[in-house]
């Protein structure tokens, strides 16, 4: 729990060293277990082959060295020097014969340096020659020189034996490292950045719903005190939006009273006069009716439940076709998804209302699109301008001519839509048709 606490840059830095840790670790290992693959052997007319032709054969090299920089002939390999001549058709004299040896465990090759890695590993030094008297085959590092007319000499030896020797455990090394690091290092970035995806996430959500849960207050200091900050601003934009939800259900209830009193006092004045006013009041009480539902769907914080989503929407065409209107549900699949039944209910009903009242009828058609349902309402109505598309959804917003007060509404269904549908964490659309008509989208996360 300490550890989770801890700031971001101290997490990140101890993560680092230790995953290096653990792979360096692993690849050694790796490599102490795997010994270094033995290297080729050399048969005596492998090396002839190389004396004579003074040439690269079978991983030979040849080079030539001056008379004095021959070291002489070791005693301890005279015997094997003179074997080697006789096969070779030679005579002793003229020919040498060096192993590389491995250095004793107290002392230093005087001719490697200090941090040869034969030091460290004797058992195991790449540079030691080996002569099988059996096959008469050598192997590893040895050295054979040949005397030549002019006293020079030349020199066989096998071609990068070190580097032969060595590279299959270099290949371990670097395969481990890559196979090891790139899993480790996603898996500690993920785990790093984590607290960093739950904090955008929970923006996100806020933003499409206002009554998402607070964070936690846990992980790195940095993202704790982001996380208690964001909380505190959720919380404001909370009281902000409640305030003035409030202030209009407060304003509009309060203005029925006066209204009341003004349809009582018509009474006293001409017949002409009152007429209008009554239009004029009733028109007044159709507005704040609306805008009082409005209010009531905007604060109600309803439980949400399970919803067969295209059994809500049959409900609602068949309440349609009893009042003799035209709207027909296509068939496609069953979709459930989890919401508030009057908020969505209420989504439907003003895209479907709109549909009749403005193209005479209403299509609709549901369908699941990835993790979401899709509810398509379309009609043939005579659409709207590409710039009043968006423009609809503001709150007392009402296009005209074709959509206005005379057709009913004061602007606020449309608003309503879209609130429900970002309060379900989706959103809603509106699109002229090719040729004729509106289609409205609802996109709702399943």
Known sequence: MVFRRLPLGIRVFGLLVASLLVVQILNLAAVLLFPPTPGPVFTVAQIKAALDKVTHIDNLQVWTKEPGEMRPQNSQLRDLRDSLAARLGGAPDDLVVEFATSPSRTGTRTDKGVLDASTWLPQDAPQDGHFDPDSFVFSRQFKIGLRLADGSWRVVSPVDSLKALWKDRAMIWLLGTVLLSVPLAYLLASWV????????????????????????????????????????????????????????????????????????????????????????????????????????????????????????????????????????????????????????????????????????????????????????????????????????????YRSEPSRSRRTGGMGLGLALVRSVAVAHCGRALLENRTGRGLRASVHLPV
């Open 193 to 396: 950045s984590a607290p960093i995806r739950r904090f955008g996430a929970a923006a996100e959500r806020l933003g499409r719903n206002l009554r998402e849960p607070p964070l936690r207050l846990d992980g790195p200091a940095e993202i704790a005190g982001a996380a208690k900050a964001f909380n505190e601003m959720a919380s404001r934009l909370n009281r902000f939006v409640d305030d003035r939800v409030a202030m209009m259900g407060a304003v509009a209830h309060d203005l029925r009273t006066p209204l009341t009193r003004l349809s009582f006092r018509l009474d006293t004045v001409a017949e002409e006069v009152r007429a209008k006013a009554e239009d004029d009041i009733g028109e007044m009480r159709e507005m704040l009716a609306a805008l009082l539902s409005f209010v009531q769907t905007m604060q109600n914080d309803r439980p949400r439940q399970r919803q067969e989503l295209r059994s809500l929407l049959t409900s609602i065409a068949d309440d349609q076709a009893d009042m003799g209107r035209s709207v027909v549900v296509e068939d496609g699949p069953e979709i459930v998804l989890v919401g508030d039944h009057l908020g969505l209910r209420s989504l439907f009903t003003n895209l479907i209302d709109n549909a009749v009242a403005y193209g005479g009828g209403a299509s609709i058609r549901l369908r699941q699109q990835g993790r979401e349902a899709v509810v398509e309402i379309d009609d043939d109505g005579p659409g709207l301008p590409q710039e009043e598309l968006e423009r609809v959804f503001e709150p007392f």
